[in-house]
């Protein structure tokens, strides 16, 4: 990092407002510059950056990697399922983020708004310019409610919910539990998505929900997709469950319009374009999503879909062998969820390593292991567990039946997974259940 000695005081007085900014970090150091030099910059601090910034940090000197993330709470995502379930609380899933970070690294609380690869620099929404030698973009997906006419002002009317949202999936939890009968709308966009299972697991809580209280409901799946789920194995398991349950299901329907007034969703069928119009008396919406506008308007780093163009077994990325990405913004073609970025963990401790120790080989290559844990009911869950292939393929790791409903596999998902992930996955330890697949497979040999 430049230090004080070194800067230029002459470019510093010719500034037109010169004064004390803070870098935002864990030491109390108090910088004058407004350009930043780190070896390592990660861009984000969900799950992949901070996993990354944790498990790099120690190869640095102090003050070596900078992680650039505006928020100052983290939040454990897959668990608002639960919340929207009214099994969880929304403060149970969010921690400071300040507590997750490594001490030694720099927190930059800022938002980039523009890269520039070929200069090996960022800018950032402060203005200030961070200059890197290897650089992890981490940048999660940007949630585009704003895509659907009507939204997100619907979300002040009852009825209408989300759990993919901090601000409105307590609002999921109050329009189920004020729930008294009728139509309950559960959407899938015509976009990628993060956690492709969560837009039916809070269907299945709140179907269970309204049976236990004698209520009569009308429950109707409208996806854009054309399978219940991209895995046969796991799709023939849930449509016994949507069957038993009486659940309506309708595919390639993509919500376009809400309208609170008169209580209504409008649907396009991406087959024949034509509207339908359809009551509801409760909604949950998942939104449309891509990556964020500082990343998918920059043509050198994306592909043709806006996503982090990487190799989808290096991670590193195609054109810039400095860069390399991690989870739900790359272009990697598997399911997006924490347990993919656990295993890409892995992956970026070998490949990112490497690149740091001078090395052009890639010594690893992700198989695409993701995890999908597919919560049916307040005490069952299919763990879906795959790969990236056409078609994906069960990349299971115990030695049962993972496509029947267990208890077991719901209190692996309610209770464990969120301790590993806090104690384990965003403190860089966990790299997903590989070596417990190979132990399972040895035993059974």
């Known amino acids: 990092m430049m230090s004080l000695s070194t800067m230029r005081l002459p470019t510093l007085l010719s500034r037109s407002s010169l ?17 930043h030099n780190y070896k390592l ?4 601090g969900g799950a992949g950056g901070c996993g990354t910034a944790n498990k790099f940090v120690n190869k640095f000197g102090p003050g070596e990697v900078a992680v650039i993330e505006p928020n100052t709470m983290h939040y454990y995502q897959p668990m608002w399922t639960l919340v929207g ?6 403060a149970q899933s969010g921690r400071p983020m300040d507590s997750l970070l490594p001490k030694a690294a720099s927190w930059l609380r800022d938002s980039v708004t523009g890269f520039e690869p070929e200069n090996n620099r960022l800018v950032t929404e402060s203005g200030d310019v961070v200059n890197y030698e290897f650089l992890v973009v981490a940048m999660g997906l940007q949630l585009r409610y704003d895509k659907i006419k009507g939204l997100p002002e619907a979300f002040d009317t009852p009825g209408v919910g989300s759990n993919y949202s901090v601000k409105y999936v307590e609002k999921t939890q109050k329009a189920i539990q004020e729930f008294k009968g009728g139509n309950a709308l559960f959407t899938f966009p015509n976009s990628p ?25 009308n429950i109707q799946y409208r996806s854009s997709l054309a399978v219940l789920f991209g895995v046969k194995k796991y799709a023939d398991a849930l449509w016994e469950v949507v069957k038993g349950r009486g659940i309506n299901v309708h595919l390639r329907q993509h919500l376009v319009e809400i309208k609170p007034e008169t209580k209504e969703a409008v649907f396009e069928n991406l087959d024949t374009n034509e509207l339908e119009t359809v009551p509801y008396d409760m909604i949950h919406i998942t939104p449309p999503m891509n990556t964020p506008p500082s990343l998918h308007t920059n043509k050198d780093l994306v592909d043709a879909g806006g996503f982090l163009s990487v190799d989808k077994e ?112 965003v403190k860089g330890w966990w790299e997903g ?13």
Not at 41 to 44: C, L, S
Not at 85 to 90: A, D, I, N, S
């Open 314 to 425: 290096t991670l590193q990325h195609t054109k810039f062998p400095n860069i390399f990405g991690i989870g739900d913004c790359t272009s990697v073609p598997t399911a997006k969820t924490a347990a993919a970025v656990a295993a890409q963990l892995g992956i970026m401790r070998k490949n990112l390593g490497a690149a740091i120790s001078g090395s052009s080989i890639m010594p690893a290559a992700y198989a695409g292991y993701t995890s999908c844990p597919l919560v049916t009911g307040k005490s069952s869950c299919i763990l879906a567990e795959f790969d990236f292939q056409a078609p994906p393929q069960p990349m299971e790791t115990f030695p049962v039946n993972q496509a029947k409903e267990r208890w077991t596999m719901y209190q692996l998902k309610a209770h464990f997974m969120p301790t590993l992930y806090w104690h384990g996955m």
């Open 19 to 35: 004064q004390l900014k803070p870098i935002r970090q864990f030491s109390s150091t108090i910088r004058l510059d407004a350009e």
């Open 433 to 445: 259940p590989g070596i417990f697949r190979k132990i399972f497979k040895f035993g059974m040999a």
């Open 41 to 44: 910059v990660v861009v984000g």
């Open 85 to 90: 379930g009214g099994l969880k609380t929304l």
């Open 193 to 217: 998505i993060k956690c492709a299972g969560a837009p039916q697991k809070i269907m299945y809580l709140a179907e269970e929900t309204f049976r236990s209280k004698g209520i009569t409901a």
